[in-house]
């Protein structure tokens, strides 16, 4: 199975500021025959099921601010929220769905206000 | 609009079974997967399996063969999840959402989670 890995654990952001959050997948999610990274990034408030932010490794899902961006390839990719607002306290978690027979996800990074 | 909505919360006794729906709306059923998705108390989302909605044809993880089995009624749109035997390290939030099969796709829209609590 493809094991994905989140750091940090946590992070306190000040508003307005920078986070970013890492995740790392045991193996490749890259296909080589669409070059296309099957690597998807969902948040969750307390309480809510988790939403879709990121898919495809940087394609920004409909109606998701666009203080919210992802990048990277292979087995490590980063998302970033450029100027964190109030909203964006949540849980992230990263996805792999390059192996169809066992989707996994990332342990999550908790983002809190500093 | 796409929906999936959910059947309510379950107290269940250790070594029964529990059965959740999720009925989806607003696109063509049999056109997606729904894959499920647990999360225990405070802890992180645990992927359960998927079916297909246009065949049937199951995927699950390896720690529920056996003890999970999902199917799909197209007349009327609804996907279920059932988990025998159950312990009480099942107790959790179980999640339908839209995605998986043999297709591979983020899981875009999201039931609202069906509370399982197993206890004596």
């Known amino acids: 199975d493809i094991v994905m890995t989140q750091s940090p654990d946590s992070l306190a952001v000040s508003l307005g500021e920078r986070a970013t959050i890492n995740c790392k997948s045991s193996?490749?999610?890259?296909?080589?025959?669409?070059?296309?990274?099957?690597l998807a990034w969902y948040q969750q408030k307390p309480g809510q099921p988790p939403k879709l932010l990121i898919y495809?490794?940087?394609t920004r899902e409909s109606g998701v601010p666009d203080r919210f961006s992802g990048s990277g390839s292979g087995t490590d990719f980063t998302l970033t929220i450029s100027s964190l607002q109030a909203e964006d306290v949540a849980v992230y978690y990263c996805?792999?769905?390059?192996?169809?027979?066992?989707?996994?996800f990332g342990p999550g990074t908790k983002v809190d206000i500093k | 609009q796409v929906q999936l909505v959910q059947s309510g919360a379950e107290v269940k006794k250790p070594g029964a079974s529990v059965k959740v729906s999720c009925k989806a709306s607003?696109?063509?059923?049999?056109?997606?997967?729904i894959s499920w998705v647990r999360q225990a108390p405070g802890q992180g989302l645990e992927w359960m399996g998927w079916?297909?909605?246009?065949?049937?044809?199951?995927n699950y993880a390896q720690k529920l063969q056996g003890r999970v089995t999902m199917t799909t009624d197209t007349s009327t749109s609804t996907a279920y999840m059932e988990l025998r035997s159950l312990r009480s390290d099942d107790t959790a939030v179980y999640y339908c959402?839209?995605?998986?099969?043999?297709?591979?796709?983020?899981?875009?829209?999201w039931g609202q989670g069906t509370l399982v609590t197993v206890s004596s």
């Open positions: 495809w490794a940087s």
């Open positions: 193996q490749s999610v890259l296909y080589s025959s669409n070059n296309k990274n099957y």
């Open positions: 079916i297909s909605a246009y065949n049937g044809n199951t």
């Open positions: 959402a839209r995605g998986g099969g043999a297709v591979a796709g983020p899981f875009d829209y």
């Open positions: 607003g696109y063509t059923f049999t056109s997606y997967g």
């Open positions: 996805q792999q769905y390059y192996s169809t027979r066992r989707f996994t």
